[in-house]
């Protein structure tokens, strides 16, 4: 239920200036009005001269910090931030965690819950840690999700290449929610971390996960429940290729779906005319398989006698295929390492954007001619078709 803009916010100063905050940030920009910069963020630090409150702004174009003593310097920088037209607020104390969005009318859309566990003094944070993941690992989401460090590590660095596709200022850019589907979800570590991340960068963010199995949906709307996050993310179960996902997403994540469910991803991605698609592989079984019964054209017979060195040949052109089809399709794609091959042998990422450009006659004609002279039909050509067809 919407409720007073000004009580409010009365309660976010009073948890700003509390004894318990962990950490706040305010972002986005209300109807009609822009505040004078994009992005607010609040902690408590421990110097040498005492306890002080950490703001740190940014314009958009560099970062401002300051250390303030509690007390008077520190209340009036608060006062200040409130009196800026943020469309979001998110708050986090030791006890309680407070999402405040402002609706178009100019009232409170207010969503609280309690902490998962008490929070960690900000001293035993470190600031190398802080460096290294842009989720702590002592985050109590962690604690809530589990999963083991390798996984963590990954999603972390999956984050990492979310945070370098969105443009900057997204949150000040949005007059509505940020969209947001996971397929192929599984455990939704992918699913609840981005939704922290997100929130916590000011983005008002809905998400849904989707996993063919039902007790997974189960098992991971129990656990947004838990989280008091049950009204902004959701899940459904089904395939990749016809869950019903309504209103269609503005980023499509996909980690390790298996074979060609990445090339379903890939599809729905761009039959939803998604923005942003960021999609890590995981094994390339469809044309590994198509490799091994036709002849390889000369003089490539080298890169497909020997098996080992077909299957990584294979994994390679799969991928080249889908970022090719991806910019027929009007997206700007591109394929990076998003994480250390020590953390997982499945390591690259499909990165792509929509730009709604159409293809020029020479990148109809560079894809055709590759998989005319390997004779392939790679899965995801046949699925943008139906795409197609069914435009």
């Not at 920009?29 to 963020?41: D, H, L």
């Not at 460090?149 to 850019?173: I, N, Y």
């Not at 294979?314 to 027929?328: E, I, K, N, P, Y």
């Not at 390492?337 to 730009?355: G, K, M, Y």
Request: charged share 25%; glycine share 6%.
């Amino acid at each position: 239920m919407p409720e007073p803009l000004d009580s409010a916010l009365a309660e976010v100063r009073s948890m700003l200036l509390g004894p318990a905050l962990t950490r706040a940030v305010a972002a986005g920009r209300r109807r009609g009005q822009r505040p004078s910069m994009i992005r607010a963020e609040l902690r408590p630090v421990a110097l040498k001269a005492g306890q002080r409150l950490q703001i740190s702004t940014s314009d958009g174009a560099r970062p401002h910090t300051r250390n303030l003593s509690p007390g008077p310097e520190a209340n009036a920088a608060v006062e200040a931030l409130l009196a800026e037209p943020f469309g979001n607020w998110h708050v986090e104390t030791a006890d309680a965690t407070l999402q405040l969005r402002v609706t178009k009318s100019g009232e409170a859309q207010v969503h609280r819950s309690a902490a998962s566990r008490p929070a960690a003094p900000a001293a035993a944070s470190g600031h190398d840690r802080a460096k290294e993941y842009l989720l702590d690992p002592g985050d109590p989401l962690f604690a809530a999700i589990g999963g083991s460090a390798a996984k963590r590590r990954q999603v972390d660095a999956f984050l990492r290449a979310l945070t370098a596709t969105l443009p900057d200022g997204l949150a000040g850019q949005l007059d509505r929610p940020l969209r947001v589907v996971d397929l192929g979800c599984g455990n939704a570590y992918l699913t609840f971390a981005a939704y922290r991340y997100l929130s916590t960068s000011g983005v008002d963010v809905e998400l849904v996960g989707v996993d063919v199995r039902d007790d997974q949906r189960r098992r991971n709307t129990e656990l947004a429940e838990r989280l008091g996050w049950a009204g902004r993310v959701r899940f459904v179960a089904g395939t990749i290729a016809d869950a019903a996902v309504e209103p269609p997403p503005d980023l499509v994540l996909a980690l390790h779906a298996c074979d060609t469910a990445t090339d379903e991803a890939l599809a729905r991605a761009v039959g939803w005319h998604a923005r942003w698609v960021l999609a890590a592989p995981c094994c390339h079984h469809d044309v590994a398989a198509q490799l091994r019964n036709r002849p390889a054209p000369g003089p490539y017979d080298l890169l497909t006698r020997q098996g080992i060195l077909r299957e990584r040949f294979a994994d390679v052109l799969t991928d080249a295929l889908r970022a090719g089809l991806l910019r027929l399709h009007g997206y700007r794609a591109e394929v990076v390492e998003f994480v250390d091959s020590a953390h997982t042998p499945r390591n690259l990422l499909i990165r792509a954007r929509r730009t709604g450009a159409d293809p020029t006659a020479a990148q109809r004609a560079e894809y055709r001619e590759l998989v005319a002279q390997w004779q392939l039909t790679p899965r995801l050509e046949t699925l943008l078709a139906q795409v197609s067809s069914a435009v």
